[in-house]
Nanobody, 124 residues
Framework: VSLLESGGGLVQDGGSLRLSCSGSGRSFSSYPVGWFRQAPGKDRLFVGGIDWRNSVEITDISRGRFTISRDSAANKVYLEMNGLKPDDTAVYYC???????????????????WGQGTQVTVSS
């Protein structure tokens, strides 16, 4: 599976962005997809993920502000972010696990396909 993120950019404090992750292959919807982010000098963090049934796993980062969804027909997974804060500034990555019919993981090592990342910058 190859992945391509889009939708990043510069927004003001409190703004919104929707990131897209486009996947290749007919069975992309069978794979769990995770969203991660990495700020300069910091570890890559799990933002949340979605499984093949479109069940979503959220984290303290995403709870209440971010929404993850999938459009299986379009081979896309979305990360919709509202109420963005300067602390949300990071490169955001989507990643797919190699195991079908399973759930996302919070561990980056469990993913074998990664997009190139998209920069999100939130100004104060």
């Amino acid at each position: 599976v190859s992945l391509l993120e889009s939708g990043g950019g510069l927004v003001q404090d409190g703004g919104s962005l929707r990131l897209s992750c486009s996947g290749s292959g007919r069975s992309f919807s069978s794979y769990p997809v995770g969203w991660f982010r990495q700020a300069p000098g910091k570890d890559r963090l799990f933002v949340g993920g979605i499984d093949w049934r479109n069940s979503v796993e959220i984290t303290d980062i995403s709870r209440g502000r971010f929404t993850i969804s999938r459009d299986s027909a379009a081979n896309k997974v979305y990360l919709e972010m509202n109420g963005l804060k300067p602390d949300d500034t990071a490169v955001y990555y989507c990643a797919a696990r190699s195991l079908k019919w399973t759930g996302p993981s919070s561990r980056s090592v469990d993913y074998n396909s990664w997009g190139q990342g998209t920069q999100v910058t939130v100004s104060s």
